[in-house]
C-alpha cells in the first residue's frame, strides 16, 4: 500500500460534501491525510461543518487550512506544505471519486518506476440523453479530457517540492497544472494515464461563465513567455479563438473611432466586419448546442462582450508579464 494525501483547494460550493462523502465511501487503502484549503477571502463560521461530518472516521485525519483567497495554485501550494506522505493526490472540490477510487488510486501509484512524477485519473462527465449539450456541458467535457488537470492528479510530493510547487502567478488553474505538467516533463520525468475514475458533474448555469473563462487570456501570455509560442503543441491543447477575438474587437475599435471622425463609409465597412466576426461567433457556440430560447439570449449577449473581454485579458498579460521569469527563480 502507497501512503497518500489528498489535497482539496475550495471556496466551499455545494459539491464539496458531494465530494467528501463519495471519497469516504471509496473502497480501497484510505488516505493517511485530506488538506481542505478554504480559499475563502473571508471564511464565514461554519461552512465547513456539514461538508466535514460527511467524512466519518477519515474526519480524524483532516485539516483545514487558510488560503487567503490567492487563488488556485497558492490554494495548492498551502495544501503541499502539510503533506508528510510520499504521494499528493490533487481532487477538484466539484469532483466525485468513483467506488473503488481509493483502490484504484493504490494500484495506479504502485505500478510506478524511478522517472515517474504523476498520474492522472480518469473523469466521467454524465451528459444528457436525447438532446445536444449546452455550452456549459461542452465546457466541463472539455476540462475533464484536459491533459494534466489536477481535478484529479497525484504526484510525487517530492517531484513538487523539488519543482517549487505550482507557480502562484497563474490565476487559471488549468494553466498552472500544464505549466507544473511541463515544468516536470523538462526535468526529465515522466506523467502517465491512471485507471482510477471520477465523476465531474456540470456545474450549474452561470450566464457570465463565458465572460470570467476570457480571464484564461492573461495566463496565456505567461505560459508563452515561459515555454515558448509553441506550447500548445506540447501540451496538446486547443489554441482557441484568440486572433479572432483580436480581430473582432479591433473592427469595432476602428468603427468606433472611424465614426467619430466623420469617415461614415470607412466606418460602416468596419461595422461590418465587427458584425460578421460577432455572429459567427454567436453561430459556433449556439449551432452544436439544444437552441432553447434561454441559452440561445444568453449565448448571443455573450458573443457582443466576449471578445473585448478576451483582448483586454490578453493585453493585461502582455504588460504584466513581459519580464516574468521562470518560477523556480521566484519561488527562491
Not at 485539516?63 to 495544501?79: D, K, S
Not at 466525485?96 to 492522472?120: E, M, N, R, T
Not at 502517465?192 to 487570456?217: C, E, I, K, N
Amino acid at each position: 500500500m502507497t501512503a497518500y494525501a489528498v489535497v482539496i483547494p475550495t471556496l466551499v460550493p455545494d459539491s464539496l460534501a458531494d465530494c467528501l462523502a463519495a471519497l469516504a465511501a471509496s473502497i480501497g487503502p484510505a488516505p493517511r491525510q485530506i488538506v481542505l484549503v478554504d480559499d475563502r477571502p473571508d471564511p464565514g463560521p461554519g461552512a465547513l461543518d456539514h461538508p466535514l461530518d460527511v467524512l466519518g472516521d477519515l474526519r480524524a485525519h483532516t485539516a483545514v487550512l487558510a488560503g487567503g483567497g490567492r487563488g488556485p495554485a497558492a490554494a495548492r501550494n498551502t495544501g503541499l506544505r502539510a503533506v508528510t506522505t510520499p504521494w499528493t493526490v490533487f481532487l477538484a472540490d466539484d469532483v466525485q471519486p468513483g467506488p473503488h477510487w481509493c483502490a484504484q488510486l493504490d494500484s495506479d501509484l504502485a505500478a510506478d518506476a524511478p522517472d515517474i512524477a504523476g498520474s492522472q485519473g480518469v473523469l466521467a462527465v454524465p451528459l444528457p440523453d436525447g438532446r445536444a449539450p449546452t455550452e456549459a456541458e461542452r465546457e466541463t467535457a472539455a476540462r475533464a479530457r484536459a491533459r494534466w488537470t489536477t481535478a484529479d492528479m497525484a504526484y510525487r510530493t517530492d517531484a513538487l517540492k523539488q519543482a517549487r510547487g505550482f507557480d502562484e502567478r497563474f490565476h487559471s488553474a488549468d494553466r498552472a497544472d500544464t505549466d507544473l505538467a511541463l515544468r516536470l516533463l523538462d526535468a526529465g520525468l515522466r506523467i502517465r494515464q491512471g485507471r482510477r475514475t471520477s465523476r465531474m458533474p456540470v456545474p450549474p448555469a452561470d450566464r457570465r461563465a463565458a465572460l470570467r473563462a476570457q480571464r484564461v487570456h492573461t495566463d496565456d501570455a505567461l505560459m508563452r513567455r515561459l515555454h515558448g509560442p509553441r506550447w500548445w503543441h506540447r501540451a496538446v491543447a486547443p489554441r482557441g479563438r484568440l486572433p479572432g477575438h483580436l480581430a473582432v474587437t479591433a473592427a469595432g475599435a476602428a468603427a468606433c473611432a472611424l465614426a467619430a471622425a466623420g469617415r461614415r463609409s470607412a466606418a460602416l465597412a468596419a461595422g461590418a466586419g465587427w458584425a460578421a466576426g460577432t455572429a459567427e461567433l454567436a453561430r459556433s457556440r449556439i449551432s452544436p448546442g439544444p437552441r432553447t430560447p434561454d441559452e440561445v439570449t444568453t449565448l448571443l449577449a455573450t458573443s457582443v462582450l466576449v471578445p473585448p473581454a478576451a483582448t483586454w485579458h490578453w493585453l493585461t498579460g502582455q504588460r504584466r508579464h513581459r519580464h516574468a521569469v521562470a518560477w523556480r527563480e521566484v519561488a527562491e
